[in-house]
Each structure stands twice: as structure tokens, then as C-alpha cells.
């Protein structure tokens, strides 16, 4: 059997139907069993017409299965745009990023240059020195180097070594850390060109030097500090977070096994949405992304909001985005932007879609205004981002317009 007739290629969205024996028992329990996340598997019913039925989740990338099966997972969007999503969604910054990272023609190429970049960013700081901070550590020892803990010494007076604080300058921190364990991670991935896995090798060579291999989570690469002395570790956390997030959850730390890369779309446009929308509104406004509100403690009752706007400090709308295809909106959609905006007092609420509807959702749910508004992913992301923000920022001044200040709004289609 050829390469070409042991692929498994499953298009955004479009379930595929399998006869019985077509594939390979042991590949669709694979399948079922450890990608049943990206994968939504049917088995055989009288509901499928005694077929299996595969439907990718809205997921990109590649599978390599037993007995060299391959399972590609196609997304909708072309791979450019998906490499500008991403850097959106991840921060990067383009000077340093898009060297090089656009000529990939696949998500897995896309892996292998990001990874190889990362890498040579680590041997450049290697070759500068690693980033030290003062550790604060303790120890007992008969040599005073630091602090005497004279509680602790004097409640075991038989000892001759005195227990003692002291600070250490030590490039065994999370900065570095952080690095070591994307990269062992990345090492493990089987995904890597022979190349770029001899620059990770080398990369891993000089952290392992100074740091220790602990484990940490895509979450453990944002919101940290950075001052002038570590302000290129930004770019490089930036890059780990990508890799993390979309290589699947950690498994034990003596496992090096790695979950190949994919990207999970829904989440991706979530994130490149609210992020393209926050660089690109006019100063008055504020975007908020992921934003968690307690509506109830006990028992604990929470909305996970994925835009919230303001305008001057007063939230003037809400968002949810939906990257599954549609026709027209769930009810169940409606019904959740709806009590967001309930609870923030807002008229606005917005259901975001990357493709048009087969009808414009415009309506009124009580007090709230709810319509549906597109960020498409065809085509040029700029042009579709500036087409979005002129048409969320008319929907959100419409209702407005009773309001003394409207008129210095001019800045909403300007910007």
C-alpha cells in the first residue's frame, strides 16, 4: 500500500464516511483513543448505516499513526493566513518572527521553523550569558555565608552547622527553565527536520547546564516580567507559549513523549479576533479578552466572556466568537451573549463568525441588541480586521445615539 493510500485526510468540519474494513481497525481506535479531542469518531450504528464516520473538530495539522498511517487534518483557511493568526494571537513580533516562517507549506513546517527559531534565539543568549536573578536559599553549613536563622540553631544546639539565609545570583530560575522544558518537549515531538533537531539538541545541551528541567504549562509563559537585562526572553516565552498550547496537554515528566502539533482553530480565532481587535480600536475604547466574572460563590457560577468593550471605562458591548459553521445562530449562543450583556447593563451584544450567514441575525432579546458581525478569514486579514472594526464600532455607536458625546466619536472611522 502505497504512502498516498495510508493517509486519512479529514477537511474542517466535513464528516467522512469509512465501510467497514476500509481502514484498519487498530488506527481507528487510535484515533478514537488518543485524538478523539481533534477527531469526532462514529462508530458503526444503524444511525450511520453500519459505516464509521470521522469529522474533524476544527483542527489543522498531521498525525503520524501506527504502521505508517498518516492522519491530516485540513483546515479552511489557507496556511498564510494561519501563520498571521497566529503571530497575532501569540504576540510575536514580526521583525524577529517572519524570518523565513511563512515558507513552510505545511502546520508541521510551520512547528519545525518556530521551533528552530526559538532555538537559535537560545544559542544567542547562551553565547551572551543566560539571564541570573538573586535566589533567596537556605542551608546549614559550619561556613557563615549569609543570614544566621538563630531560632532554627539554637533549637538544636548539638549540631556544629548553623541554619542560614542567604542570596545566591543563579541562572537556574523559570526564565530559563521555561526554555528547557519546550524545547526537551519539542525534541520529543518526532516532527523536527534533521536540521532543526541538531539546533534544538544544542539549545537543550546549553540549558541543561544551568537550569533544572521542570515542568510547566503554556499559562506558565504569559504574564511574567521583564525588565532590560531579560527583555528578549518576551519574544522567546512567546514563541514556548505557541508551541505549548497547541502541542497538546503535558504528560508525566518522565514521559518525553509529545502530542504532534496542531492548531485548534476555534480557539485560535477566539484569540486572534480579540487580539487584532485590541491593537486596532481608537485610544477611547478598551478591549477585553477571556474575561471571568462571578455571577454566584456557593455553589460557584461563572461566565467566561470573550469580548468585552469599552468606551471611556464603561462597557458598551460584549462579544462571543464562533468559529463553527453555521447557518444562524444557536439559541444556546443567543441566550449566553444575551445574559452577558445582562450582566454588565449593556444594549450590545455580538455573535462573530468567519463566514456570512445564510441571513443577517439582527433582533432584539428584551433590552439587548443582538447581531451577528464577521471577521473573515478569506483573503487579506488586514482588509477583513478594518472591515470588521468599522462595522462593530457603527453597531455599538448605533445605539448610542441619544447620547450627548456622540459626536466625538469622529475618531471610529478615521482610526
Known amino acids: ?24 481497525d487498530h488506527v481507528l481506535e487510535t484515533i478514537y483513543e488518543q485524538y478523539g479531542e481533534q477527531v469526532n469518531v462514529e462508530w458503526p450504528s444503524p444511525k450511520t448505516d453500519g459505516k464509521w464516520v470521522l469529522k474533524n473538530d476544527g483542527y489543522a495539522g498531521r498525525v503520524l499513526l501506527d504502521d505508517g498511517w498518516t492522519l491530516v487534518l485540513e483546515p479552511k483557511v489557507s496556511l498564510s493566513n494561519i501563520f498571521g493568526m497566529l503571530e497575532y494571537a501569540y504576540d510575536l513580533e514580526s521583525a524577529e518572527f517572519l524570518e523565513g516562517v511563512y515558507d513552510a507549506d505545511s502546520i508541521e513546517g510551520f512547528f519545525d521553523r518556530v521551533a528552530s527559531i526559538l532555538a537559535k534565539n537560545v544559542e544567542r543568549r547562551s553565547n551572551q550569558g543566560f539571564h541570573k536573578e538573586y535566589v533567596e536559599k537556605q542551608e546549614e553549613s559550619s561556613f557563615v555565608r549569609g543570614k544566621i536563622d538563630l531560632q532554627k540553631t539554637v533549637r538544636e544546639p548539638w549540631k556544629p552547622e548553623v541554619h542560614q539565609t542567604y542570596r545566591d545570583l543563579t541562572a537556574d530560575i523559570e526564565d530559563n527553565q521555561i526554555l528547557l522544558w519546550t524545547l526537551w518537549k519539542v525534541l520529543s515531538s518526532g516532527l523536527l527536520r534533521e536540521e532543526t533537531r541538531k539546533q534544538v539538541r544544542r539549545a537543550v545541551r546549553s540549558l541543561r547546564e544551568i537550569a533544572t528541567l521542570q515542568e510547566f504549562t503554556a499559562n506558565d509563559c504569559t504574564g511574567r516580567t521583564y525588565r532590560r537585562l531579560n527583555s528578549d526572553y518576551e519574544f522567546m516565552h512567546s514563541l514556548c507559549y505557541l508551541l505549548l498550547d497547541n502541542s497538546g496537554p503535558t504528560r508525566e515528566m518522565g514521559e518525553q513523549e509529545m502530542r504532534p502539533f496542531s492548531v485548534d482553530m476555534p480557539r485560535l480565532y477566539e484569540r486572534f479576533v480579540a487580539r487584532w481587535l485590541k491593537e486596532h480600536v481608537p485610544q477611547s475604547y478598551e478591549v477585553q479578552s477571556q474575561k471571568t466574572v462571578t455571577i454566584h460563590e456557593s455553589p460557584s457560577i461563572q461566565f467566561d466572556i470573550d469580548l468585552v468593550i469599552k468606551y471611556n471605562g464603561n462597557v458598551v458591548a460584549v462579544a462571543d466568537t464562533k468559529y463553527k459553521e453555521r447557518t444562524r445562530p444557536d439559541t444556546d ?18 455573535l462573530i463568525y468567519p463566514e456570512d450567514l445564510q441571513t443577517d441575525f439582527d433582533v432584539a432579546v428584551g433590552d439587548v441588541h443582538v447581531q451577528d458581525l464577521q471577521f473573515r478569514l478569506g483573503g487579506d486579514l488586514e482588509a477583513n480586521g478594518s472591515t470588521f472594526r468599522s462595522d462593530i464600532l457603527r453597531a455599538i455607536r448605533r445605539p448610542m445615539s441619544g447620547q450627548a458625546d456622540l459626536d466625538s466619536f469622529a475618531d471610529v472611522f478615521s482610526a
Do not use: H, R
Open 1 to 24: 500500500m502505497s504512502e498516498e493510500e495510508k493517509t486519512i485526510e479529514l477537511p474542517e468540519y466535513d464528516p467522512k464516511e469509512y465501510d467497514l474494513g476500509e481502514l484498519p
Open 333 to 350: 449562543d443567543i441566550a449566553q451573549v444575551v445574559a452577558y450583556a445582562e450582566y454588565y447593563g449593556t444594549e450590545n451584544a455580538f
